[in-house]
């Protein structure tokens, strides 16, 4: 019954590792849609979100079983109310990429993002799947070093987010209030699926340590940098 019980609480990590590696593709996938103005490959990431969807579900009907016959204690519950608590940062990450490729669609068969912002969005997708993919391998390794290590990486996604304010507020805009209003939406799905792939490091370091990663002091230095030609895009 023990092996069992183990067996379980390594399949709910399991599943949370597929979550978070469906919502990473998805944002590579509904980057490429929108920078290219791909109908097709942005209706594959609409129509895939269901599986993300399915995913938390199940998860969530398996922890509450977990907690209703086994009724864990200490590390096991914590293993498990953060499971729930993770899954919900990977259905809300599914969500926004999600939102990117509806944009493509609603502005099909138009661009929706001007030629000279496309550097910034690209290294914005780009720096989400990487983001995500380290989330991942935290939940897979369970290294609290490279978890604390995400917060200082989101750094570079916030400078990429004030990039794009810096383009709409240039008197030199000429794009119009809709396709203003279009890039700041898209720069907030980006900002917000980074900080998700951040929440979702930060309840490891809880699993782990029991501690909450604000109160941990860890002097280490971002890895992942944005490209230095984004900012003058």
Same mark, same amino acid.
């Given at each position: 019954?023990r092996?069992?019980?183990?067996?379980?609480l390594?399949?709910?990590?399991?599943?949370?590792? *597929?979550?978070?590696?469906? &919502?990473?593709s998805?944002?590579?996938?509904?980057?490429?849609?929108?920078?290219?103005t791909?109908?097709? @490959?942005?209706?594959s990431?609409?129509e895939a979100?269901?599986?993300?969807?399915?995913?938390?579900?199940?998860?969530?009907?398996?922890?509450?079983?977990? @907690?209703?016959?086994?009724?864990?204690?200490?590390?096991?519950l914590?293993?498990?109310v953060?499971?729930?608590?993770?899954?919900?940062?990977?259905?809300?990450?599914?969500?926004l990429?999600?939102?990117v490729?509806?944009?493509?669609?609603?502005?099909?068969?138009e661009?929706?993002?001007?030629?000279?912002l496309?550097a910034?969005?690209l290294?914005m997708?780009?720096?989400?799947?990487r983001?995500?993919?380290?989330?991942?391998?935290v939940? &897979?390794t369970?290294?609290?070093?490279?978890?604390l290590?995400? *917060?200082?990486?989101?750094?570079?996604?916030? @400078?990429?987010?004030?990039?794009?304010?810096?383009?709409?507020?240039d008197?030199?805009?000429?794009h119009?209030?809709?396709?203003a209003?279009?890039v700041?939406?898209?720069?907030?799905?980006?900002e917000?699926?980074a900080d998700?792939?951040?929440a979702?490091?930060?309840?490891? &370091?809880? @699993?782990?340590?029991?501690?909450?990663?604000?109160?941990?002091?860890a002097?280490i230095q971002p890895?992942?940098?944005?490209?230095t030609?984004?900012?003058?895009a």
């Open positions: 019954m092996d069992a019980y183990h067996e379980e390594d399949s709910i990590s399991d599943s949370l590792v *597929e979550m978070a590696r469906l &919502v990473g998805a944002i590579g996938r509904a980057t490429a849609a929108i920078l290219d791909d109908l097709k @490959l942005a209706e990431v609409i979100d269901q599986k993300v969807d399915d995913l938390q579900h199940d998860l969530e009907a398996r922890a509450i079983a977990l @907690l209703a016959r086994q009724q864990p204690v200490a590390t096991d914590r293993i498990v953060t499971s729930l608590r993770m899954s919900a940062d990977l259905e809300r990450s599914g969500d990429a999600q939102h490729a509806k944009l493509t669609r609603l502005r099909y068969p661009r929706a993002i001007p030629q000279d496309h910034t969005i290294e997708g780009q720096l989400a799947q983001l995500m993919a380290k989330a991942a391998e939940i &897979v369970k290294d609290v070093d490279l978890a290590q995400l *917060e200082q990486d989101d750094d570079a996604m916030d @400078l990429l987010h004030r990039t794009l304010f810096q383009h709409l507020m008197e030199r805009w000429k119009g209030i809709e396709t209003v279009d700041t939406l898209l720069g907030r799905y980006y917000r699926y998700h792939a951040v979702v490091a930060k309840r490891v &370091v809880y @699993l782990v340590t029991g501690e909450h990663a604000d109160e941990l002091q002097d890895e992942i940098q944005p490209v030609g984004a900012e003058g």
